[in-house]
């Protein structure tokens, strides 16, 4: 594809309320990262996956949250039982390389409010 | 936590002028690499370094390495409004697949 993208965009959850966002990378990248961004400082590491494989899981703050790329393009992340410390931009990146230490191709994010 | 951290924190120029970033950085690394984010928008990457380069250049933007100190610095020259924006430096974790983000230098370039 042409980018990354993500949606929603935007999402107002209740606290309590799961969600689930939603990551297209771009077409072939076998590399993808999630971050998360609060406000005011630079992307936190959660998650990498290569192909479908989940690699690295270290950055995910609780077992609330779960991501998963069952067919090694799409990727989902979901938080459970949503906080209201879980408020934050959700980013998702795209590698075209093995081990994701090169250029990282970013999508504009998914904006979280929790009431 | 983050391992990256930028200074200045915020910086204010007029256009024309030149802005330079540092980041430190805390563990071994094999490259280095910095982004700008416009506000409310993605990450874009501008450069990336490898912890066997010393300097790199691309367009208006100079890169420094020095993995003795664990620092990095990012020169924009003859800075225009639209380099306003936050900067970020990123580094891998050797250990593993992490990519480590700074906290960011926030520029503002006057016209």
């Known amino acids: ?115 | 936590s983050q391992q990256g951290e930028e200074d200045p924190q915020a910086l204010s120029i007029q256009e024309g002028e030149n802005a330079t970033m540092n980041c430190s950085y805390k563990t071994s690394i094999n490259n280095l690499q910095w982004y700008r984010q416009n506000s409310g928008r993605g990450l874009v990457h501008l450069i990336l370094i490898r912890s066997n380069e010393r300097e790199k250049h691309s367009g208006r933007l100079r890169v420094t390495l020095d993995t003795s100190k664990k620092s990095s610095s990012l020169l924009i020259t003859a800075s225009r409004a639209a380099d306003t924006a936050s900067y970020f430096c990123a580094t891998d974790d050797t250990g593993g697949f992490k990519t480590i983000f700074g906290a960011g230098t926030r520029l503002f370039v006057k016209a």
Do not use: M
């Open chain 1, 1 to 115: 594809g042409a980018g990354v993208s993500q949606s929603p965009r935007y999402k107002v959850a209740k606290r309590g309320q799961d969600v689930a966002l939603r990551c297209d990378p771009i077409s072939g990248h076998v590399s993808l990262f999630w971050y998360q961004q609060a406000l005011g400082q630079g992307p936190e590491f959660l998650t990498y996956f290569q192909n479908e494989a989940q690699l690295d899981k270290s950055g995910l703050p609780s077992d609330r949250f779960f991501a998963e790329r069952p067919e090694g393009s799409v990727s989902t992340l979901k938080i459970q039982r949503t906080q209201q410390e879980d408020s934050a931009v959700y980013l998702c990146a795209s590698s075209s390389t093995w081990s994701g230490l090169e250029t990282q191709y970013f999508g504009p994010g998914t904006r979280l409010l929790v009431l």
